[in-house]
């Protein structure tokens, strides 16, 4: 007997047929013999609309009202598989967020949980009820609808299974578990049957976007054990849990990339103290998040400057670097928004050396410069010209063994 | 300075633009310094698909679950609505049923509100905001969300306006008020300024289908004055109010009809004590209203007995009678949907005599032959063929003075 949370997607609540198919689902794990709690996202497309409406009517909207609003798809979606599963003979209740409840701060719109209370529901599965709670929301200190941000509804399964001390957090998605790197590029990349936090959150923030970064951090301070598989495939999934549970440590787990980025050299900066403050500073004040930095010094005292920004915010960085150049004094901006950053993640990599090593020579073989390096603890990471992506991520998955059988 | 409720329905409520003229109307009354609450609608067409999702996937829902899926679209619309108030300038709050509270007992589906806590309400309208109440829901005893049934916001804008001490409540609907007879068959009906409660629950429950009969009684009790006004137009509805209100009491006030009827006649009935309760007890068994009653004693101790029923249960009256047929031992069963029920209705025939006989004289100068008469202290129905709805009605119309000015 376990005690599991499932959460379901908007995909896999878009209609009848797949809620009743979710029941069915929940109904296998009850008849397993395991308690039960399920958290659901509205139907897929439902959100947008009561975005869409809020955003027209003002673009300055109350975000209170906003979440009064945006909290209802989630709502609609807990009252009909609680029927779904009555139908077929399981017994379940509907929770919405005030009622649980899920308390969380004042932030409206991307409010934070501050605390889910987890007895009634503990003891309502013990009794053998399937509580179905709303993902996504929860209650502010003044009793106002509060909602967690896009994508909450992870967030909203990793709490409620803190809270309930469940064994284990099931996250349904459209995918089936969490690759070596993405199979559209790399055919022969293998599910993972574990991952840790950490590889997880470094996978997950360079463009795995198999689950948000908050639910892993999360899970990792919580540590809550995540499943991530299928809901449309019986198999299992990838589980995301704590390093120690992970026997065998792989030195690399994963290739990721992300597309997103920008590259911006600033040329010939003065070279005295603060003038990376200054930049930086006067970034963050713009609102524009910066990535990996490289500063190299040049013989005349001047020294030029490359770092990453999204490239979203490419035209915003470029902008507000502009208005300070009396200020900085650069000679100019060169801005490139064709590059790619690419990253080998492993726990392994602690107690390993070469693995950096392994990634410059391979991508040197294949006639691929690297623009930037960065490296954390269990992660390297190389931009490279935006053509090169496949390439590069191909090549890597090779070097480091990564490859599963032909597909 | 008036205290006014303001409630607006589906059609009012339909979309962005349509919740923004909704949002010029309220700020009408606020500029001219009146403390507003506004009750609203789910958007037309919403709660029917909720309604549609639940019994799609069984008919036998769990009713508390229903209430919290239909509960939404109300959710919705008083978010919006509060967004667009705040947008032109009108401080505003959103309020669900459980927020309010709006408590009811725990017959989902079609709770009774038992207790409407108007305190932090009127302190909010004090202070200049204007309150956004949900309509339809209340929450239940145990703290889940219950609903009123269908046309249940009327309802909620009566209880707030009693909890709230309003000195009005509007309903702004898409008629402009109450006439005299349905416009659409006499072009010469009269927009009423006043009627009395007990008129309003007589027209309403013969069809004229403007307000909730639950609305009316509720406002009846609570002495909560009604004004039925429309929503596009900008001009004075009619009010439903205590009689004392009304100074100049009209004999007759409105004709009603309803084409919602079916006569059936037992034919020779044994006419002995206790055979009138057998028969309605059993109909009463199977969940069929009946409305006029007449018996005719035959020479011979047997009895013909007439009554009519509502049409759509017409079937299943027949079906209880034939099966009960060799306990109350008559002849034949003679059923004939194809009639309409006429009524002439006003307070002022408590104190005026011959309301009837012009009723009755009118009739035979058109050739129209009664078939069931049937009369209360403020109303004299009569059942005739259905082809003869129309003449009827504008007959009747003429002869009690109601006619207005040529259209």
Redesign the interface.
Known sequence: MSRIVMKFGGTSMAD?DR??NVANRVKREVDAGNEVAVVVSAMAGTTNQ?VK??Q???PL??P??????V??GE??T???L???L??IGVPA??W?G??VPVRTDHAHGKARVTEVEGETLIARMQAGEVPVVAGFQGVAPD???STLGRGGSDLSAVVLAAAIKADRCDIYTDVDGIYTTDPRIVPRARKLDRISYEEMLELASVGAKVLQTRSVEMAMKARVRVQVLSSFEDKPGSLVVDEDEIMEKPIVSGIAYSRDEAKVTLRRVPDRPGIAATVFGLLAAANVNVDMIVQNLGADGSTDMTFTVGRADLARAQDALDKARPEVGFEAILADPDVAKISVVGIGMRSHAGVATTMFRTLAEKGINIQVISTSEIKVSVLVAADYTELAVRALHTAYGLDGPAA
């Open positions: 009848l809620i009743r009561l409406w809020c027209d009517l003002s909207h109350d209170r009202e906003y979440d009064v609003v909290a209802t709502q609609v807990i009252g009909l609680a029927i779904a009555q139908t209740r509907s919405q005030w009622q009793g106002r609808v």
